[in-house]
């Protein structure tokens, strides 16, 4: 019912002409919008906890839904939320509906930015996936959110009204 109840976190890949790259995002249930992000080249913990840290150290949701990866059932995961007492939560086995708001976006992502450019390298990576992000967050109006953006609703600058019929 409103921003900071509930953040969604993933990893996903990401090709290159030359191998892949892990995105790691975290993504507000409510706004949709992308709170935080990284890109690593492999997939050791350290660019997750590094990522959950910057944005813990700015804001701080009540629970935090991920799947059952060894990322997000590591000790060292686990003990950061809970040093910050946000609750856990984690996906049925197998079950992708379950994280269906960083599902939306890995796919919007992939269609519109990743699938129609062949990035050369990291740094390339880097720029138009940053790029995406901030269009997403700051100009994509979305149709759930009643055409407002991601970091308006987020921000608390506007208001959803509730539909009642």
Same mark, same amino acid.
Request: charged share 25%; aromatic share 8%.
């Given at each position: 019912t409103e921003p900071e109840q509930v953040w969604s976190v993933d990893i996903t890949y990401i090709r290159?002409?030359?191998?892949?790259? =892990?995105? =790691? @995002? &975290? &993504?507000d249930w409510y706004s949709r919008y992308i709170v935080d992000w990284q890109l690593d080249q492999s997939l050791e913990i350290g660019?997750?906890?590094e990522t959950m840290k910057r944005a813990l150290a700015k804001r701080k949701p009540g629970i935090i839904n991920s799947d059952q990866g060894s990322h997000f059932t590591? +000790?060292?995961y686990i003990?950061?939320?809970? /040093?910050?007492?946000?609750? &856990?939560?984690m996906d049925g086995?197998?079950? @992708?509906?379950d994280n269906i708001a960083i599902e939306r976006f890995w796919r919007s992502l992939k269609y519109n930015e990743i699938y129609l450019n062949d990035y050369n390298s +990291?740094? /390339?990576?880097?720029?138009g996936i940053s790029s995406y992000i901030h269009l997403h967050n700051h100009y994509?109006?979305?149709?759930?959110?009643?055409?407002?953006?991601p970091v @308006? #609703? =987020?921000?608390? /600058? #506007? #208001?959803?009204?509730?539909?009642s019929e």
């Open positions: 290159m002409k030359q191998g892949w790259m =892990y995105l =790691y @995002a &975290i &993504i660019f997750v906890l590591s +000790p060292q003990d950061l939320l809970k /040093e910050h007492d946000v609750r &856990i939560s086995k197998g079950r @992708a509906t +990291p740094r /390339e990576t880097r720029k994509l109006p979305h149709q759930s959110l009643q055409k407002h953006t @308006a #609703v =987020y921000n608390r /600058e #506007v #208001v959803l009204s509730s539909t």
